[in-house]
């Protein structure tokens, strides 16, 4: 079983930066694909980026691309999401996810391929 806990959400100004943190436990953190969503009120949970094994392949949902940043350290079983420049419609509780099937684009935006998730870091954006 893995758990995964993040951290680092809160209230910030339009504009603004916010890292999300994504730990877990475990010595098999760098055999998982993450992925970040996140999910407004009354919407479905959305894809916001995905970052496989290595690091070497992310993707990024074309909403954030471009101010959204995932990143992994696998030393530190650790998954981040730098969100700068941030627009009041970026507010949303934010989720990590793990997955231990092989990286592709088409897997990783959808939330069902995933096998364990965070329970999630509220983000308020304010304007």
């Known amino acids: 079983q893995v758990q995964l806990v993040e951290s680092g959400g809160g209230l910030v100004q339009a504009g603004g930066s916010l890292r999300l943190s994504c730990t877990t436990s475990?010595?098999?953190?760098?055999?998982?694909?993450l992925g970040w969503f996140c999910q407004a009120p009354g919407k479905e949970r959305e894809f916001v980026a995905a970052i496989s094994r290595s690091g070497a392949i992310i993707n990024y949902a074309g909403s954030v691309k471009g101010r959204f940043t995932i990143s992994r350290d696998n030393g530190k079983n650790t998954v981040y999401l730098e969100m700068n420049s941030q627009k009041p419609e970026d507010a949303a509780i934010y989720y990590c996810?793990?997955?231990?099937?092989?990286?592709?684009?088409?897997?990783?935006?959808?939330?069902?391929?995933?096998?364990?998730w965070g329970q999630g870091t509220q983000v308020t954006v304010s304007s």
């Open positions: 996810a793990a997955e231990t099937q092989f990286y592709s684009v088409r897997r990783v935006v959808v939330p069902t391929n995933y096998d364990y």
């Open positions: 475990g010595r098999t953190f760098s055999n998982y694909v």
